[in-house]
T-cell receptor
Framework: AQSVTQLDSQVPVFEEAPVELRCNYS??????LFWYVQYPNQGLQLLLK??????LVKGINGFEAEFNKSQTSFHLRKPSVHISDTAEYFC?????????FGAGTTVTVRA | DAEITQSPRHKITETGRQVTLACHQT?????MFWYRQDLGHGLRLIHY???????NKGEVSDGYSVSRSNTEDLPLTLESAASSQTSVYFC???????????FGEGSRLTVL
């Protein structure tokens, strides 16, 4: 069985400051990892994904994440956030048969 | 462009009524999923389908049913709505069973 833990439920951050959203997972097999973003009153859309290869993954809107197998983590980062990055962010892990989501992290960007 | 659409986007119903939420995708994906989103719980899987005539229960399937008669549609039915089923429901599809998901805009259901 696999599970996903997002360590922060809410992250307030000032505009142009960096942000890191933490995600840890547990799984007994090789996994694929995803970050999704949900803007207010919208569905989820894919930010980035790790399937194999380089552990540093770059996504849309300047986000990137690093897969750390030894620490079973897949933290999401952005060096400088904008007001428009205010959203809920979900980490997800897949073992090719089942996809599991974390509880989500709400990012609020303030001017 | 391919898309996935849900209807209705908002619905208010009464306890005990039957409700059906529609989901239609034009990605031609075999895999389709229904999730509910509740504060503090993230997304929880209700039912999923890997192809026509295939349906499977997810982690919170009690009180819900689905049917898959064609590739494009996976309607979600609440046989007898309960207040605990007040939630936002998302339909999604994917090319691989546990690959990247493409989501609809969501259906907000209120059961009074």
């Amino acid at each position: 069985a696999q599970s996903v833990t997002q360590l922060d439920s809410q992250v307030p951050v000032f505009e142009e400051a960096p942000v890191e959203l933490r995600c840890n997972y547990s799984s007994s097999v090789s996994v694929y990892l995803f970050w999704y973003v949900q803007y207010p009153n919208q569905g989820l859309q894919l930010l980035l994904k790790y399937l194999s290869g380089s552990t540093l993954v770059k996504g849309i809107n300047g986000f990137e994440a690093e897969f750390n197998k030894s620490q079973t983590s897949f933290h999401l980062r952005k060096p400088s956030v904008h007001i428009s990055d205010t959203a809920e962010y979900f980490c997800a892990v897949s073992d090719d048969y089942k996809l599991s989501f974390g509880a989500g992290t709400t990012v609020t960007v303030r001017a | 462009d391919a898309e996935i659409t849900q209807s209705p986007r908002h619905k208010i119903t009464e306890t005990g009524r039957q409700v059906t939420l529609a989901c239609h995708q034009t990605w031609n994906h075999n895999n389709m999923f229904w999730y509910r989103q509740d504060l503090g719980h993230g997304l929880r899987l209700i039912h999923y389908s890997y192809g026509v005539q295939d349906t499977n229960k997810g982690e919170v399937s009690d009180g819900y049913s689905v049917s898959r008669s064609n590739t494009e549609d996976l309607p979600l039915t609440l046989e007898s709505a309960a207040s605990s089923q007040t939630s936002v429901y998302f339909c999604a599809s994917s090319e691989r069973p546990a690959g990247e998901l493409f989501f609809g805009e969501g259906s907000r259901l209120t059961v009074l």
